[in-house]
């Protein structure tokens, strides 16, 4: 069965300094891979997708970036943090097929608090 | 314009009462779906239920039915028989056939809180 990790849990880090957060699945090959960010008592707001290994899509310009060094591995970047890259961090993965009943499954979240 | 909306940021339902949870949606395509998701304190996004756009019949799952009017385009979620671990958060999402990345664009979400 298919398994996803998102760590870590908690992160605490000061404004400028950089950060790294990792997501793998398990159980299944050449899944989409996507990363949603949820700001207290908000919905999920999409910032990167991708469909293949080295192949990122950014929805919202901002601070942040990404990166799909291998077929399952999912990372998330900043350099430098801002105030405003405070929230909650969401991985998930979905089938590759192109069908519309397709789920998406969500790692257990990173809630992340720039000070 | 918003692709999913979800007007209700709060709602209060009495145990063991039904609750609606209203969602309408924003699409050209087609073909496309619809999926609610539950997301207790603890963060983690639970799937409920899907309905497609060419579904005919309304979508069940257990206690969770989906009250799909095609023509509204609203996709309102259904639970009977409310419980108190149904205090959450609940999110509608789409899928458009031709979404990129195959991606879900979700709604606001509406907090559900359950009193005994």
């Known amino acids: 069965s298919q398994t996803i990790h998102q760590w870590p849990a908690t992160l605490v880090q000061p404004v400028g300094s950089p950060l790294s957060l990792e997501c793998t699945v398990e159980?299944?090959?050449?899944?989409?891979l996507y990363w949603y960010r949820q700001a207290a008592g908000r919905g999920l707001q999409l910032l990167f997708y991708s469909v293949g290994i080295g192949q990122i899509s950014s929805e919202v310009p901002q601070n942040l970036s990404a990166s799909r060094p291998q077929d399952r591995q999912f990372i998330l970047s900043s350099k430098k943090l801002l105030l405003s890259d405070s929230g909650f961090y969401l991985c998930?993965?979905?089938?590759?097929?192109?069908?519309?009943?397709?789920?998406?499954?969500f790692g257990s979240g990173t809630q992340l608090s720039v000070l | 314009a918003q692709k999913i909306t979800q007007t209700q940021p709060g709602m209060f339902v009495q145990e063991k009462e039904a609750v609606t949870l209203d969602c309408t949606y924003d699409t050209s395509d087609q073909s496309y779906g619809l999926f609610w998701y539950k997301q207790p304190s603890s963060g983690e996004m639970i799937f409920l239920i899907y309905q497609g756009s060419y579904d005919e019949q309304n979508a069940t799952e257990g206690r969770y039915s989906l009250n799909f009017q095609k023509a509204r385009k609203s996709a309102n979620l259904v639970i009977s028989a409310s419980q108190l671990g149904d205090s959450a958060m609940y999110f509608c999402a789409m899928r458009e056939e031709f979404s990129a990345g195959n991606m879900l664009t979700f709604g606001g979400g509406t907090r559900l809180m359950v009193k005994p």
């Open positions: 159980g299944t090959s050449n899944p989409n």
């Open positions: 998930a993965w979905s089938a590759w097929e192109l069908a519309t009943n397709e789920k998406l499954f």
